[in-house]
């Protein structure tokens, strides 16, 4: 029996694929495991513009108003085509609420 594991663990360690990129199942796991793989160490450029923010602003502002609220109610009312309904549904239940809440009424 340990004749049999010696002679896999010789075999694995002596595997060599003839493709040129694999580098066998031990070299695969220090790439994998410790190194990392290729493209890792590669080198990315990305184009970045701090200052876009800036000139869109006025756009989100017109879009979604200030400080998001309209994005917000508009992410609440879902996206499967029952937004009309459930945006009447939260008027009516919200009808005479202070923001919703009830303690700050008189």
């Known amino acids: 029996m340990n004749n049999v594991i010696l002679s896999i663990c010789v075999c694995a360690l ?3 694929p003839t493709a040129s990129d694999h580098v066998g199942p031990i070299g695969e796991f220090l790439r994998t495991n410790l190194v990392g793989q290729p493209v890792i160490h590669e080198k990315q450029t990305w184009v970045f513009d701090p200052e ?16 998001g609220e309209k994005l917000i109610e508009r992410l609440g009312l879902g996206i499967d085509g ?3 309904e459930r945006l009447q549904f939260q008027r009516e239940r919200d009808e005479g609420h202070l923001g919703g809440l009830n303690a700050f009424l008189p």
Request: net charge positive.
């Open 14 to 16: 002596l595997y060599r």
């Open 52 to 67: 876009v923010a800036k000139r869109r602003r006025k756009q989100f502002i017109a879009l979604h108003g200030d400080k």
């Open 82 to 84: 029952y937004d009309e």
